[in-house]
T-cell receptor
């Protein structure tokens, strides 16, 4: 069965530190998609990235980077030089064709960046 | 560009009262539409999804219902609210296939 695990319930770091949010997934399909979303205190979920299972290249977007490793079924998210505005809940999600691409969500990691 | 509107932003309703939350999408056609609920400090729970007008799938049996009267309109309803219906309700849409979901701003419902 599909499953997404975000083992870190809450992480607290001081501004400018690097922080990595872990995401481990389970799927039986060979074609699947992984996502990260950010939920700031305002509540709206903001899409950050989508990766498909055939593309294991790491992605970098400014201070954000994602490390996709099929060997460990992980899709980790790193924020470099964290800022207070990065404080939010971050969700990892999985979708695949057999479930009609419905998103399977992790429980989320609350990230607190202290000034 | 596509946008999603969800209202109201906040709502306080007494137990036993009806509920109607509305969500509309602009700039796209035939989207998949979703209603999620998020309890305080918790993850996302899918309540309903719709792949077309009048087509509603329920993920969790409960006191709520959903309807899709038009292609880009999705409504979440209840005839009689319970205290346990309190939460943060999010509407989302996707195109067909593995496209990312885009979310509305959410409705914070408090049942008193």
């Amino acid at each position: 069965a599909q499953k997404v695990t975000q083992a870190q319930t809450e992480i607290s770091v001081v501004e400018k530190e690097d922080v990595t949010l872990d995401c481990v997934y389970e799927t039986r399909d060979t074609t699947y998609y992984l996502f990260w979303y950010k939920q700031p205190p305002s509540g709206e979920l903001v899409f950050l990235i989508r990766r498909n299972s055939f593309d294991e290249q790491n992605e970098i977007s400014g201070r954000y980077s994602w490390n996709f490793q099929k060997s460990t079924s992980s899709f980790n998210f790193t924020i470099t030089a964290s800022q207070v505005v990065d404080s939010a809940v971050y969700f990892c999600a999985l979708s695949e064709a057999p479930s009609n691409y419905q998103l399977i969500w992790g429980a989320g990691t609350k990230l607190i960046i202290k000034p | 560009s596509q946008t999603i509107h969800q209202w109201p932003a906040t709502l306080v309703q007494p137990v036993g009262s009806p509920l109607s939350l509305e969500c509309t999408v602009e700039g796209t056609s035939n989207p998949n539409l979703y209603w999620y609920r998020q309890a305080a400090g918790r993850g996302l729970q899918l309540l309903f999804y719709s792949v077309g007008i009048g087509q509603i799938s329920s993920e969790v049996p409960q006191n709520l219902s959903a309807s899709r009267p038009q292609d880009r309109q999705f409504i979440l309803s209840s005839k009689k609210l319970l205290l346990s219906d309190s939460g943060f309700y999010l509407c989302a849409w996707t195109q067909q296939g593995p496209d990312p979901a885009f979310f509305g701003q959410g409705t914070r419902l408090t049942v008193v």
